[in-house]
């Protein structure tokens, strides 16, 4: 079966404007979590869905927002870009976010502000 | 806090030769551990997880609670396991990683 699917992959944007990734998830995953990957800082995670609703959410600036549809398609949304937004966005998912639930990866967004 | 600690950025070693990728943990509460691995160009993987207790391309790692450790091991490195590898562990759904140890394995 299909795995976590991201798009775009790649693209490339201006400081000050505004971005969206989306994700698909894999068939039958209602949890869809995000992650920044930066070679500074490591993986570091963003926010969680379950059920169209925000479980968690990591220690990011509110320019930082993201949805969850009603099929568990996920999008996430940065405002105002910053040069050090610039970073790989992973999208995750697993059936539910409790425990013995496996977390899968897609390829991940290359987001490039400059 | 929680946290996942990855002391070593990067470790080299040859062929044939024992590997340990070393991860320790601070949680409160019973631990949900993961090891991820990111081939070069590939997306984040899942290689183990504490709970299966499996051996996954040669791979192992027990949980040592008293350690708080959960190392990873592999008696006979290959050049194909040269890679990124990452310690995770399990919070509220979501997962907390370690900063990740490359391992290079020269023939």
């Known amino acids: 079966k299909a795995g976590v699917t991201q798009t775009p992959r790649y693209l490339i944007k201006t400081r000050g404007q505004q971005v969206t990734l989306s994700c698909s998830p894999i068939?039958?995953?209602?949890?869809v979590s995000w992650y920044q990957q930066t070679p500074g800082q490591g993986l570091q995670f963003l926010f969680e869905?379950?059920?169209?609703?925000?479980?968690n959410k990591g220690n990011f600036p509110g320019r930082f927002s993201g949805r969850q549809f009603s099929n568990s398609r996920s999008e996430m949304n940065v405002s105002t870009l910053e040069l050090g937004d610039s970073a790989l966005y992973l999208c995750?998912?697993?059936?539910?976010?409790?425990?013995?639930?496996?977390?899968?990866f897609g390829e991940g967004s290359w987001l490039t502000v400059v | 806090a929680q946290r996942v600690t990855q002391p070593e950025k990067l470790l080299s070693v040859f062929k044939g030769a024992p590997v340990e990728l070393k991860c320790n943990y601070s949680?409160?509460?019973?631990?949900?551990l993961f090891w991820y691995v990111q081939y070069s160009r590939q997306r984040l993987q899942l290689l183990l997880r504490?709970?299966s207790r499996e051996s996954i391309k040669g791979f192992t790692a027990d949980l040592n609670k008293g350690e708080t450790s959960f190392h990873l091991k592999k008696p006979f490195a290959q050049e194909e396991d040269s890679a990124m590898y990452y310690c995770?562990?399990?919070?509220?759904?979501?997962?907390?990683f370690g900063k990740g140890t490359k391992l290079s394995v020269k023939p």
């Open positions: 995750a998912s697993s059936r539910e976010p409790t425990s013995g639930n496996t977390i899968y």
């Open positions: 068939s039958g995953h209602r949890s």
């Open positions: 869905y379950f059920s169209e609703t925000q479980r």
């Open positions: 949680y409160s509460g019973s631990p949900e």
């Open positions: 504490h709970i």
């Open positions: 995770a562990l399990k919070s509220q759904g979501n997962l907390i």
